[in-house]
Nanobody
Framework: QVQLVESGGGSVQAGGSLRLSCAAS????????MGWFRQAPGKEREVIAS????????YYADSVKDRFSVSRERANNALYLQMNNLKPEDTAVYYC??????????????????WGQGTQVTVSS
């Protein structure tokens, strides 16, 4: 059974940084996808960053490119999201997700198999 648990959310002022962590247990697919989504009030959940575990290739949504960085630590089976230069529009609940299927294009698509419970990120101006 795959379980994903996020941590590291919180409140920060615009321009600040946060690092989200996702502890993944039971996820053993060497050619799958792990990613970060977010959902702001009144908006649909969107994939913002993902990584193809087979090659380590990454995908970023345009809204976070050059500010956010996704990484994976194989030894601890953990996923991270380093968020820099945060903006008020980054305020959302952030979710860690994983799926069995892999490939960079697949990792950029929003259909994932497993989800964490979410962690709130609030950026004030």
């Amino acid at each position: 059974q795959v379980q994903l648990v996020e941590s590291g959310g919180g409140s920060v002022q615009a321009g600040g940084s946060l690092r989200l962590s996702c502890a993944a247990s039971g996820y053993t697919y060497s050619r799958g996808c792990m990613g970060w989504f977010r959902q702001a009030p009144g908006k649909e959940r969107e994939v913002i960053a993902s990584i193809y575990t087979g090659l380590g290739s990454t995908y970023y949504a345009d809204s976070v490119k050059d500010r956010f960085s996704v990484s994976r630590e194989r030894a601890n089976n953990a996923l991270y999201l380093q968020m820099n230069n945060l903006k008020p529009e980054d305020t959302a609940v952030y979710y860690c997700a994983a799926k069995v299927a892999g490939g960079l294009q697949t990792c950029a698509r929003p259909s994932y198999d497993y989800w964490g419970q979410g962690t709130q990120v609030t950026v004030s101006s």
